[in-house]
């Protein structure tokens, strides 16, 4: 079965400052990983996500997200960080194997200093 | 655009009644989803329906059932409400077509057991 970890529960960051979210996985074939974001109040929404191909992945909002296989990690990342990215963000895995359903890690919420 | 509606924002219910969440998606997708939020856990999948009278448990689903009568509509019921059933109610769709696995969340519906 497929699961996911998000170590870190809070991050607090101040504005401008660099940010990244750690994502560790669990499953035995090639997974389809994907970044939500919650902002306060609201449902989720997809940040980015990465089927196959180049591991370093775009999504929206300026965050990015590494692939490593090595590691099992999709980390997700943003060089500079607006007070708009204060939200709970979550990291999921999808595989064909489990058709398709997501399994998604407990969240890290994210505070932004001014 | 892309719209999961879910019939209310806030509820609250009294131990022991019935209580129907209902989940609306305009984008003819075929599978639909209901996750329960709570801190610290994320999101734990309750059932999913691939297809119009078809529906499969999750990972949590005792106190729940769910009813899937027309495409567009997926809705969840606790038969008879608990207060550890207070939670964050999450309905999500997505495409057998389309990008697999990624999944459009609505606003969510928080519900309050008294």
């Known amino acids: 079965a497929q699961s996911v970890t998000q170590p870190d529960i809070h991050i607090t960051v101040s504005e401008g400052a660099s940010l990244e979210l750690r994502c560790n996985y669990s499953?035995?074939?090639?997974?389809?990983l994907f970044w939500y974001v919650q902002s306060p109040g609201q449902g989720l929404q997809l940040l980015l996500k990465?089927?196959?191909?180049?591991?370093l992945v775009q999504g929206i909002k300026g965050f990015e997200a590494e692939f490593k296989r090595s590691q099992s990690s999709f980390n997700l990342r943003k060089p500079s960080v607006h007070w708009s990215d204060a939200a709970e963000y979550f990291c999921?895995?999808?595989?064909?194997?489990?058709?398709?359903?997501?399994?998604f890690g407990g969240g890290t919420r994210v505070l932004v200093k001014p | 655009d892309v719209k999961v509606t879910q019939s209310s924002r806030y509820l609250v219910k009294r131990t022991g009644e019935k209580v129907f969440l209902e989940c609306v998606q305009d984008?003819?997708?075929?599978?639909m989803f209901w996750y329960r939020q709570d801190p610290g856990l994320g999101l734990r999948l309750i059932y999913f329906?691939?297809?119009?009278?078809?529906?499969e448990k999750g990972d949590i689903p005792e106190g729940y059932s769910v009813s899937r009568e027309k495409k567009e509509r997926f809705s969840l019921i606790l038969e008879s409400a608990s207060t550890n059933q207070t939670s964050m109610y999450l309905c999500?769709?997505?495409?057998?077509?389309?990008?697999?696995?990624?999944?459009?969340f609505g606003p969510g519906t928080r519900l309050t057991v008294t």
């Open positions: 999500a769709s997505s495409s057998l077509s389309g990008s697999l696995y990624e999944q459009y």
């Open positions: 499953y035995g074939a090639t997974p389809y």
């Open positions: 990465y089927f196959s191909g180049d591991t």
């Open positions: 999921a895995v999808g595989a064909r194997a489990a058709g398709n359903k997501l399994t």
């Open positions: 984008m003819d997708h075929e599978n």
């Open positions: 329906s691939y297809d119009v009278k078809m529906k």
